[in-house]
């Protein structure tokens, strides 16, 4: 797994979604795929459905606005200075993965409180 898989495995893990790791169990009759993590079996490699990717920083900002702590983490964002919202593009929008490691980082912060 690359580094980026990873942060997207613990991102859409944080944000309490499901990363697939799909193994393969070869029978007789031919070749299943399963998640490890839950029973779902697929007969053939085309059905599998793919793990988010989080190119866009618009599908972070989706996952995170669901969150009731949203605001919290703009401010986080934000901490130590206000940022113009050019800076915030250039910073957070612009810069490949740069929102989602913010993210991740943050979600382990908030988790470590509890």
């Given at each position: 797994?690359?580094?980026?898989?990873?942060?997207?495995?613990e991102?859409?893990?944080?944000?309490?979604?499901?990363?697939?790791?799909?193994?393969?169990?070869?029978?007789?009759?031919?070749?299943?795929?399963?998640?490890?993590?839950?029973?779902?079996?697929?007969?053939?490699?085309?059905?599998?459905?793919?793990?988010?990717?989080?190119?866009?920083?618009?599908?972070?900002?989706?996952?995170?606005m669901?969150?009731?702590?949203?605001?919290?983490?703009?401010?986080?964002?934000?901490?130590?200075?206000?940022?113009?919202?050019?800076?915030?593009?250039?910073?957070?929008?612009?810069?490949?993965?740069?929102?989602?490691?913010?993210?991740?980082?943050?979600?382990?912060?908030?988790?470590?409180?509890?």
């Amino acid at each position: 797994m690359t580094d980026r898989e990873q942060l997207c495995k613990e991102f859409t893990e944080l944000t309490g979604g499901h990363w697939h790791e799909w193994r393969i169990h070869y029978t007789p009759n031919g070749s299943k795929f399963y998640c490890r993590c839950h029973s779902d079996i697929y007969l053939e490699a085309m059905e599998l459905p793919d793990n988010p990717t989080y190119e866009n920083p618009a599908d972070v900002l989706k996952a995170m606005m669901k969150r009731d702590d949203y605001d919290d983490f703009l401010r986080e964002l934000q901490k130590n200075h206000w940022l113009e919202i050019e800076e915030f593009i250039e910073k957070y929008i612009i810069e490949p993965g740069a929102l989602l490691k913010a993210a991740v980082e943050w979600l382990k912060a908030e988790a470590a409180k509890d």
